[in-house]
Nanobody
Framework: VQLQAFGGGLVQPGGSLRLSCAAS????????MGWYRQAPGKQRELVAT???????NYADSVKGRFTISRDNAKNTVSLQMNSLIPEDTAVYYC??????????WGKGTQVTVSS
């Protein structure tokens, strides 16, 4: 299974970016999908997750600013990031749990929030 992420880049504080991730390969279906991030010198942390049924979970630091969504038919997950702040600067990783149960990670996409 491959996870390909798109949409990272450089944005000014207060701006918006949208990340997308597409899963491809051999699997029966995908259960949970999500986004994690890792800033320089810090551990990887959860940003947001979404189940196949649409239940979402967000890190407190992004609640009200980020929105996760998915398209089950296309095996894609997106993260709309609004009101970005410098502290959101990190490499963002797409994550997926498939059926049969196995966890996969994408290669990551850089998001930089700077003026």
């Amino acid at each position: 299974v491959q996870l390909q992420a798109f949409g990272g880049g450089l944005v000014q504080p207060g701006g918006s970016l949208r990340l997308s991730c597409a899963a491809s390969g051999s699997f029966f279906s995908i259960n949970a999908m999500g986004w994690y991030r890792q800033a320089p010198g810090k551990q990887r942390e959860l940003v947001a997750t979404i189940t196949r049924g649409g239940s979402t979970n967000y890190a407190d630091s992004v609640k009200g600013r980020f929105t996760i969504s998915r398209d089950n038919a296309k095996n894609t997950v997106s993260l709309q990031m609004n009101s970005l702040i410098p502290e959101d600067t990190a490499v963002y990783y797409c994550n997926a749990f498939t059926i049969p149960p196995k966890e996969y990670w994408g290669k990551g996409t850089q998001v930089t929030v700077s003026s």
